[in-house]
């Protein structure tokens, strides 16, 4: 340890610092201020307190840790667990509560007054629009876009017998379902990963379907029973991406998280969210879309607007550039179309 030296013989109050006997004294004393300082971290994680989502946030720093090494060092980096509305409110309908947002707010209220620094959130939680001041410079790399079939008696949707209940929070899953399967009954099925399937094994519902990307990110793929292709089920808007926001004007994290950025994510991601945003999309719409990068290196594009009950189906699809401008083109246009093809009455019916 350096010789520590007062030249005004005031450090700590004692007019006599610098005597021999007070020395050990003064550098036992500075020492154990020291450590009793916390040390700052560099960059503050705000996520839901889910398992998946916890996974999410760890993913996040892990990567982050891996590209820069300041951010290795033990406590550079904390992740701070935020409770947002649709972790706490889990015995009604989404679209009962709010719709867009809720999973989100409570996080962005967060990063906006300066408690977190970034945020890391499933994109198909986020809403079209971002509060002023933020912005989402960084998608990680996208995961399997694909729903899991999980049953305990059945091996696919098509092997379930009539009447057979379905839990789904989701009325994308439950019009698609109830399109292809109007003999089964799907009912309000909500709460994280473990839950569901907690509640499956306990004879609330006879199948449920989830993310097979939460699935893999919980180490869980055995799980599924089986896996539907995009054709039996076309995915949510971003699903299967991971979204990571910051401040508009906080140079540093923008530029952490340029470095984790995978642009054909963000591309696809930014096409499909262009679609919904057309549509106006909320939690009682069902809407679907999947953009992806073909054989050819073009990018493909699948959307889909649906009513509740599977009674009406819009469909269209698109092809051009992965490139960004014609991309969102791509979404705008999609959105356009089956937004025409509905009608004004079709969404004045699911307020």
Known sequence: MATLRCTNHTLLGSPTCLARPRRAVVRAAVAVQAEAQPKVSLIRIGTRGSPLALAQARQTRDELKAAHTELAEDGAIEIIIIKTTGDMI??????????????????????????????????????????E??????????????????????KTLGE??????IGS????????????????????????????????????????????AGLKRLDMPETATSVLSVDEMLPAVAQGAIGITCRSNDDKMMEYLSSLNHEDTRLAVA?????????????????????????????????????????????TSRSGTYSFDDMVAIGQDAGHELKSKAGPGFFDGLQ
């Open 90 to 131: 889990l015995d009604k309908p989404l679209a009962d509560i709010g719709g867009k947002g809720l999973f989100t707010k409570e996080i962005d209220d967060a990063l906006l007054e300066g408690s977190i620094d970034i945020a890391v959130h499933s994109m198909k939680d986020v809403p079209t629009y971002l509060p």
């Open 271 to 315: 096409c499909e969210r262009e679609f919904l945003s057309v549509l106006d999309g909320n939690c009682r719409t069902p809407i679907a879309a999947y953009a992806y990068r073909d054989k050819d290196g073009n990018c493909s594009f699948r959307g889909l607007l649906a009513s509740p009950d599977g009674s009406i189906v819009y469909e």
């Open 160 to 165: 379930l017998p009539a009447g057979s209940v």
């Open 169 to 212: 929070a989701s009325l994308r899953r439950q019009s698609q379902i109830l399109y292809k399967y109007p003999s089964l009954k799907v009912v309000n099925f909500r709460g994280n990963v473990q839950t569901r399937l907690r509640k499956l094994k306990e004879g609330d519902v006879h199948a449920t379907l989830l993310a097979l």
């Open 133 to 154: 001041g933020m912005i989402l410079p960084c998608n990680l790399p996208r995961e399997d876009v694909r729903d899991a079939f999980i049953c305990l008696t059945a």
